[in-house]
């Protein structure tokens, strides 16, 4: 579904609309989005904003070819489109990704405001507040997607492959944040170049991240239902592009 070398998965934003009136003002938000106009705003049909999940990849896909071909449109980025936004939102995907400077979103996805609502934690974990978020993403926002992207050279990764004893001196938080990721590097063969078993470890924590997401009820009635799709992907640094995973 995804162009080879391009996109990934999840999206989220930001918690607006927490005045009680989520539906209309996402509703107005969204019509916004159809109409576009903004000096910026698409301009064709097939940008308009996605109604289905495939649609969504799609959307995704290309702002990553976009972003790897050097030909960034920064689409809704104006002052217009952002005064637009005022009342409400209604992003098509719902992104959890890591918290690494490297990685943002938006940029590399070739979005502007309004597009994604975006969740980023280091290594990409899941948990309960996590969770929450998406659910608010998917259940009010109406994202159509929603996608866990790791990328290459992740710290939190890396410092998950290291030996517990190495993380001794660290403050709890971070080595609890650290135990989640631990299970993706269990089976991976130490023999083998570090930057492959960062490589490896990273995918497989992706894909433990979707797990946990489609094993939640409210999620998984989402997925059921036909109303998200939840899919992983890992972002590579030294290309740009953003890899699917077979989940
Ligand atoms: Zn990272």
Known sequence: MLAATAVCTGVT???GC???????KTKDATNHAN?????????????????????AIERLSKGNARFVSGKLRHPHSATEWRKRLVGGQAPFATIVGCSDSRVPPELLFDQGFGDLFVIRVAGNVIDTDVVGSIEYGVD???????VVMGHEGCGAV??????DADLEKEPNEIRSLV????????????????EKQLNISVAENVRN??????????LALA?????????GCVYEIKTGHVRMLDV
């Open 18 to 24: 927490a005045d009680g009136n989520t539906q209309e």
């Open 209 to 218: 991240s979707v797990k946990q997401l489609k094993a939640v009820a409210d």
């Open 179 to 194: 135990s989640k990721i631990k299970p993706a590097t269990k089976d991976v063969d130490r023999e083998l170049p570090f």
């Open 35 to 55: 109409q576009d106009g903004g000096q910026d705003a698409p301009r064709n049909e097939s940008e308009k904003a996605p109604e289905t999940s495939a649609g």
């Open 223 to 231: 997925e059921k239902e036909s109303r998200t799709e939840i899919i």
């Open 140 to 146: 009010h926002l109406n994202t159509k997607l929603v």
């Open 158 to 163: 890396t410092a998950a492959l290291q030996a």
């Open 13 to 15: 934003s930001v918690l």
